[in-house]
């Protein structure tokens, strides 16, 4: 699944980020493997993409939301609660 | 203990960290503001004092997520560290309460160059409420710096923990970071068997990965890399290598700082509020988002033009007072004149565009402090990029209603150079405030007050379109640069979105006191040096000027209603003027208005003060004298009225299109770095305006 797929506050975990040529500075702002990340909000026209990614708030283009990998968490939001 | 010490220290930090305030507490006003040689990005830096009488001067450099720059301001902070170094004896690193992790990065990459560091965890007053929790000595045992938690916001409300924001403290703390030897951990990476075994033996003497930086950024550094450093400059290159290598960098570091932070850091999840994911639910909603973003954009545009209007009426009068006062104590001679009609009018004509230019600033600063701009950039990303923009053109395009020049420089945050390029040359297309003066006039002139459909008023009307096709030329010059425009690099939108938060005070005044500067003294000193210039031609000129005083009824019979206008005529500006009538008649102007568009170069609104003493109407002041004056001029080409509806409309878009300020095309030199650009601008606006000019005259008259 990739990262463009999340639903709305659906959590998920990255992988595979290393592999890809990606920005460093996407991965200087926390964005690397094994990160949390929650789908916040998306803009009017659907992209940028607006997530929590670790302890950050980050806004992503499409050409970085198509490539990056993550596995959904399966329940992971209620077992915390 | 008795010598006194003197120390240099750099303050870096993430963006967002509230370290730009954190300068300001710590300098107060003492700081000074210069430029960084070949660009104009501002170079802050403030003193304090130690108890002890040590002299710390603090240099505040841009903010940055890491050591490899990915925008202009950003360069800013490795050329500073790398190239300029010899001057900084430390490095104070400001972090982010909230992400300490991303920001130890930037701790890390600073430690590995060798600098001594020192860090301060800002915005320690949301810890509690966040429920985070620091184990601040063991933190500083594990770095091997010295750690301090502190507030750049909190002075005195705050007091049950530590007075003022432990501000006093950490300025104490600052002489400990040369204590101890600093550390470097970058050698122990294992990053070996790579081009990084090469780059060692060729400077043995430098820290490693300074070298490794001055290699992996070297397409940074231009001729300076190959002069200081020409056997680095000289290796191969092999970048899809390289950029595995620095990826590999960041995983080593961010392994590192994991551990680190796994005993020191602790945070209860159930303590965060969301607050500012819940205000994003409705300022970034599909479609309330929009609407809310279009009504604070017309309040904002409502507050200045209703707003501005007061100061400047008051800069006009006491500017003409003053004026008219001189005239009279001072001995009526050349200097005299230069000083009133050169020198002190130019003068005025760059301070009446500071209160607009200054609540623009003032609303857009407030905006940013507060963490909305962000959220403008978000939603407006998508609608922007197929121009070729990103959604932090709308920060320059915005400023260029005010002025061009301030808003060419705030186009150094795009990432991106393509867009950010695109973004500088198509700004000047934004209607100035400049324009609005030579608007007003003609509008009034040529367009009847007359309501359309029984509420718009049609002179409105007008003007609401000439703003509108400002701003679609610019989006349509945007289109075709884009598909001219070859980028290197490929687009890519990582943008952070801060925390809402209450706008702090000082910041907002320091960055309008920023761009007001950057308006006055940068676009101010061309204006003034233009009206100086431009006043010497109005009044000097060959035979037939010098002679007017002794003639005094030539001048009637030719047609001037006073001398003033017969020696304007005959001014080398007057003949300037009639050098170009071939070239506008077509656009159905004589000589008279050639002369105000040559004056307009010093700045637009030249316009209407020239005509006035062309048209020999005495008050500038007026208006209504200078309207009925230009409604029953008559051009002497055609015998028929001058300003007719076709002459106005073919007025109106040479003024919406032509590049007629200098200081608009000195800026985008400086930020371009080469003529090439402004003189493409130059010829490309102006040629646009002949052609629509010419257009709508020969269709309308």
């Known amino acids: 699944m990739k990262l463009k797929d999340l639903k709305k506050h659906q959590k998920a975990v990255i992988v595979n980020c290393q592999e890809k040529q990606l920005p460093l500075k996407l991965m200087e702002m926390g964005c690397v493997d094994g990160v949390e990340v929650t789908l916040i909000n998306k803009a009017p026209l659907g992209t940028p993409l607006y997530f929590i990614i670790g302890d950050s708030r980050i806004a992503l283009g499409k050409e970085i939301v198509n490539e990056i990998d993550v596995e959904p968490v399966k329940n992971g939001a209620e077992k915390k609660v | 203990m008795a010598q006194k010490k003197k120390y240099k220290i750099a303050l870096i930090g993430n963006p967002n960290t509230g370290k730009t305030s954190l300068f300001n507490k710590l300098t107060g006003l003492h700081k000074k503001i210069g430029n960084y040689p070949g660009i104009t990005v501002n170079r802050v830096t403030g003193h304090f004092t130690l108890d002890d009488g040590t002299a710390i001067e603090l240099i505040d450099l841009p903010g940055t997520y890491s050591l490899h720059p990915t925008s202009k301001d950003e360069e800013v902070v490795l050329k500073e560290l790398l190239i300029n170094r010899e001057g900084i004896d430390g490095v104070l690193v400001v972090a982010d309460v909230n992400n300490l992790k991303r920001n130890l990065i930037l701790l890390k990459e600073i430690q590995d160059l060798g600098f001594p560091v020192m860090l301060a965890i800002n915005m320690c007053d949301e810890m509690q409420k966040k429920g985070i929790k620091i184990d601040v000595d063991k933190l500083s045992e594990l770095l091997q710096i010295p750690v301090i938690l502190v507030s750049a916001k909190k002075s005195k409300a705050n007091g049950q923990k530590s007075g003022k924001g432990r501000i006093h403290e950490m300025k104490e703390m600052i002489p400990q970071m040369f204590k101890k030897p600093s550390k470097r951990y970058f050698e122990n990476y294992g990053l070996t068997g790579t081009n990084i075994d090469f780059i060692k033996p060729l400077y043995p003497d430098e ?257 609401f379109a000439l703003y509108f096709l400002g701003f679609s030329s610019a989006l349509l010059l945007a289109f075709g640069l884009n598909k001219i425009i070859k980028s290197k690099y490929k687009r890519y939108f990582i943008l952070e979105m801060p925390e809402y938060k209450p706008p702090i005070a000082k910041n907002v005044f320091i960055t309008v006191w920023d761009h007001v500067k950057a308006f006055v003294f940068g676009a101010g000193k061309i204006i003034v040096a233009f009206s100086i210039i431009l006043w010497f031609l109005a009044t000097h000129g060959g035979e037939k000027f010098q002679n007017a005083g002794n003639n005094f009824t030539q001048y009637q019979e030719s047609g001037h209603l006073n001398l003033e206008s017969y020696k304007l005529e005959h001014s080398y500006l007057g003949q300037m003027g009639k050098t170009i009538e ?70 109106l878009l040479f003024y919406a299109f032509a590049m007629q300020c200098f200081s608009t095309l000195a800026t985008l030199r400086n930020e371009t770095k080469t003529w090439k650009w402004p003189v493409i601008v130059f010829f490309y606006m102006t040629g646009l305006a002949y052609l629509s000019a010419v257009a709508a005259y020969q269709l309308l008259k």
């Open chain 2, 207 to 463: 820290p490693l990965y300074k070298l490794w930086l001055l290699y992996t950024e070297q397409d940074k550094f231009g001729n300076e890399l190959q002069t200081k450093y020409p056997a680095i400059s000289d290796l191969p290159f092999d970048r899809n290598l390289i950029k595995r290598l620095l990826q590999k960098e960041v995983i080593k570091r961010y392994k590192d700082i994991n551990r680190i932070l796994k005993e020191t850091y602790h945070i209860d999840k159930s303590q965060a509020t969301g607050l500012t994911e819940r205000i994003d639910r409705v300022l970034l909603h599909k479609v309330w988002g929009i609407f809310i973003f279009i009504f604070i954009m017309f309040s904002v545009f409502q507050a200045i033009y209703s707003w501005a209007t007061i100061p400047m009426d008051w800069i006009d009068v006491s500017f003409s007072q003053l004026n008219a006062y001189l005239k009279t104590v001072l001995p009526d001679n050349q200097l005299t004149a230069l000083l009133t009609e050169g020198v002190i009018s130019g003068i005025a004509g760059v301070l009446i565009f500071v209160p607009q230019i200054t609540l623009l600033f003032l609303f857009i600063s407030l905006l940013e402090e507060m963490g909305y701009m962000s959220r403008v950039v978000f939603l407006m990303d998508r609608f922007m990029q197929p121009f070729g923009l990103s959604g932090k053109s709308v920060v320059p395009l915005l400023s260029g209603t005010a002025c061009a020049v301030p808003a060419i420089m705030s186009a150094r945050t795009i990432e991106n150079s393509k867009e950010r390029l695109i973004s500088m040359l198509v700004t000047p297309f934004m209607t100035c405030s400049a324009r609005l003066p030579v608007y007003t006039i003609i509008i009034a002139l040529v367009i009847p007050q007359k309501d359309m459909a029984g509420f718009i008023n049609l002179q409105g009307l007008v003007l």
């Open chain 2, 582 to 651: 071939p070239v506008i008649k077509p656009l159905g102007y004589d000589w008279k208005i050639g002369i105000a568009l040559l004056t307009s170069f010093a700045a637009r609104e030249v316009f209407v003060s020239t005509l006035s003493t062309i048209y020999s109407v005495g008050n500038t002041d007026d208006d209504q004298g200078l309207r009925d004056r230009m409604a029953n001029e008559k051009n002497h080409l055609t015998g028929k009225k001058t300003f007719t509806f076709a002459t106005g409309i073919s007025l």
